[in-house]
């Protein structure tokens, strides 16, 4: 079993990349936006593997990252989504868009990526909704953090730090993002100008 590939890039193509390996070369099958991120031939890369062996066939699916690996095997826990269909998910949409669209029950989001129906997107949004990997769970706090904002019941030190991120070009949505996260690493009794600080570190990941 194959769990990661360290390597050189051969080759990329529309929806593969060959890995060079000391020599021997793997072809991983890859999100578009794993593709985009990788370098050019000859350049170093480090992927994250999922191996399918079948009685025909064995494939490799490569990640950038280990969250986006949970994310594929987590969609293909639901009911007419294979791997094909994964990657078309998560071409679209980042693990951290795809929490927020469960989160919120945003099927249309879901479905803005190429061979989901309407259907299809119905059951990730639904089956997944309690079975969200931790990370999620960043979604989630981001989403009642955006709900205060919107009701103007957010503390002032977070509503002050938005609003700066917000005045710096970002837009609500990524300022409130950063902002959660910068309450989990600092706690929430902190000043706007920490929070400012620490949100604007994740906006710059």
Known sequence: MIGKLKGSIEEIAEDHVLIDVHGVCYVAYCSARTLSRLGSAGEAAVLFIETYVREDQLRLFGFESQLEREWFRLLQSVQGVGAKVALAVLSTLTPSDLA?????????????????????????????????????????????????????????????????????????????NAVAAAMKLAGEDVDSAKLIRLGLKELAR
Request: hydrophobic fraction near 45%; proline fraction near 5%; charged fraction near 20%.
């Open 100 to 176: 927020n669209a469960i989160a919120l029950q945003d099927k249309a989001t879901v479905a803005r990526a190429p061979g989901i129906g309407p259907k299809v997107a119905q059951r990730i949004v639904t089956e997944l909704k309690n079975k969200v990997p931790a990370y999620a769970v960043d979604a989630g706090e981001a989403m009642g953090l955006k709900q205060e904002l919107g009701e103007g019941v957010a503390a002032a030190p977070v509503a002050d730090a938005v609003s700066a991120l917000t005045n710096l070009g970002y837009s609500r949505d990524q300022a409130a």
